[in-house]
């Protein structure tokens, strides 16, 4: 997920039951690069488990996430959230 009131880099946090942890992605001529993943300053990281999940996910969807973000934050867009029920590997 990202908040609306983001700042670049291109980054989405991933939650879980009170923690969270943030993967910014690095893009290099419009291509992903590298995707950094860190603590989110106040609040307790994802465990371990929860941390390879959101990596998976990110990893997976990282070219859909920068879309989303250049729709909302530069076109100013709506953009629909998408449920993740299942392991995308």
Do not use: C
Not at 10 to 15: E, I, N, P, R
Not at 18 to 23: D, I, K, Q, T, Y
Request: glycine share 6%.
């Amino acid at each position: 997920m990202f908040y609306s009131n983001e700042h670049e880099p291109v980054h989405v946090h991933g939650k879980f039951q009170g923690r969270e942890s943030r993967a910014e992605i690095i893009l290099l001529d419009g291509v992903v690069h590298e995707i950094l993943y860190t603590g989110v300053a106040g609040k307790a990281p994802l465990d371990n488990n929860e941390k390879r999940y959101f990596q998976e996910i990110v990893t997976v969807k990282a070219d859909e996430i920068v879309a989303k973000w250049i729709d909302f934050f530069v076109l100013h867009k709506s953009v629909s959230p998408e449920l993740i029920t299942k392991r995308l590997k």
